[in-house]
């Protein structure tokens, strides 16, 4: 038998007789990815639904009233159920959870006629500096596919999907399908020629707080736009308008990070998809030309009073982050060698150090594992929308976190990742990657199938 040696191909240590390469280390609690908030137990299915485990029990009250008006259906206006009316006049769901199905992540559904709730579609006619995107005069910057009374919905979406085939380098082959969103059934005629449409499924929920208590001089160091360092990624900051500071500030929510914080997450979620105002948002969502819309009896001004805001933006900054799985077993390990040798760390970064965030003591001064920079990338043609937001074009997007994605098809039944679901598991999602990533992809691409496999094990026990 020949001695075992190691040969270099694309970059990457692999080994000519299947051998992986050499393990990295695990880090000082690398295993609890969310630090002192990580859920430990084994949850199964309700893997995403637990407070931060160093939540005290006063604490909890707060959490628990948050999620009920997470969990249950706000109805129509005027209702004896007063804390609960406004839905409407036109929406995509009629709560969080249809969308957040156990706070976890949505997909796009089997039926190209009748997409899943978890799957909306946004619109828009280029960037503005203070509303993001400037909307579509008659559909606003969101498809509303449900309506409440006499009021007309909007229209509704219909994907067509396209596959079509590649090849790793060793030659086995590989399909991916790309989704062709489009409107029908529209309520008010057509949209405007230059409306550019993205279909959007619902992320999961787990560590927002976390992610907020990220201080904002963390992203500045991270911020690369002009590559000088000569790696190939030019990451940088999503500058968005803090509707309730008056200001621009770093976005680090939604897939494009137009949100600064869970607050105003939480509300433009509120009104974009529920149709329900509150103070950051007390508009109702509908253009001039629906008239029917604009009569419609509303639940208050606003819908949702600043108290159940709170509670609802309190939930989503708790929840807690699941414990990794076999985060020290030799294949995963070797897997995390792969995975920082490709050069998929560079965007999404291990670890970050959080510092404060005002009322919610659990996310404070953690070290943390979200393998996020946070930042928005070119991520080439294929992945792009066209749908520019504040400073982020058509093919920009941030960096998704990773933490408990291993977990998505437990508690959500299936394996759909990217932003509009497109991807059918974690090596699709990677062979979809682009512009910045084109040479991570490749990287991939070039592995041998055992390496591959050693490298998923890795993304699975995130």
Aim: proline residues 8%; glycine residues 12%.
């Amino acid at each position: 038998m020949p001695p075992l040696h190691r040969i270099v191909t694309a970059g990457l240590a692999l080994c000519n007789l299947g051998c992986g390469p050499e393990p990295a280390a695990l880090e000082p609690g690398e295993h609890l990815p969310g630090g002192a908030t990580t859920v430990e137990l084994l949850l199964g299915s309700n893997a995403f639904t637990f407070p931060a485990a160093n939540m005290t029990s006063e604490r909890k009250a707060a959490f628990f009233s948050g999620n009920s008006f997470f969990n249950q259906a706000w109805v129509t206006a005027p209702a004896s159920t007063t804390a609960r009316d406004g839905l409407g006049p036109t929406f995509n769901a009629n709560s969080c959870s249809a969308c957040h199905f156990k706070d976890g992540r949505g997909e796009p559904g089997a039926d190209p006629e009748a997409p899943s709730v978890s799957l909306l579609l946004r619109i828009g006619l280029g960037a503005d500096p203070v509303d993001g995107v400037v909307p579509d005069p008659v559909y606003g910057d969101q498809l509303q596919p449900r309506a409440t009374g006499k009021v007309p919905a909007e229209g509704r979406m219909r994907i067509e999907w396209e596959e079509v085939g590649g090849r790793y380098a060793d030659g086995e082959p590989y399909t991916l399908v790309v989704p062709r969103p489009a409107v029908v059934d529209l309520a008010f005629g057509p949209l405007s020629p230059d409306a550019q449409l993205s279909a959007r499924v619902a992320p999961q929920m787990i560590g927002l707080g976390l992610l907020e208590a990220i201080p904002e001089s963390r992203l500045r160091e991270l911020a690369d736009p002009e590559d000088r360092d000569g790696d190939g990624i030019s990451g940088r900051v999503q500058w968005v308008w803090d509707v309730g500071a008056g200001t621009h500030r770093a976005g680090r929510f939604g897939w494009k990070a137009e949100q600064p914080s869970v607050r105003q997450q939480t509300a433009g979620a509120l009104l974009g998809d529920l149709g329900v105002t509150s103070s950051l948002f007390p508009r109702q969502n509908c253009p001039p030309a629906q008239e029917a819309c604009l009569a419609a009896i509303g639940g208050g001004e606003p819908e949702a009073e600043d108290g159940t805001l709170d509670r609802m933006t309190f939930y989503s900054q708790t929840l807690g982050v699941p414990a990794r799985r076999g985060a020290d077993d030799p294949r995963v390990l070797e897997g995390k060698t792969l995975f920082r040798e490709a050069g998929c760390d560079r965007c999404h970064v291990p670890s970050h150090q959080t510092e404060t965030l005002p009322g919610v003591d659990e996310v404070e001064h953690q070290r943390i594992w979200p393998y996020t920079d946070l930042m928005l990338h070119d991520m080439g043609p294929g992945l792009a929308d066209g749908r520019a937001i504040f400073g982020a074009s058509g093919q920009e997007w941030r960096t998704p976190p990773l933490w408990g994605l291993g977990l998505v098809p437990t508690v959500n039944g299936h394996a759909r990742l990217l932003h509009d679901g497109r991807a059918r598991g974690f090596a699709e999602a990677i062979l979809w990657h682009g512009g910045e990533a084109e040479a991570a992809r490749e990287a991939f691409r070039h592995l041998s199938r055992a390496d591959r496999a050693r490298l998923l094990a890795f993304l699975e026990s995130l």
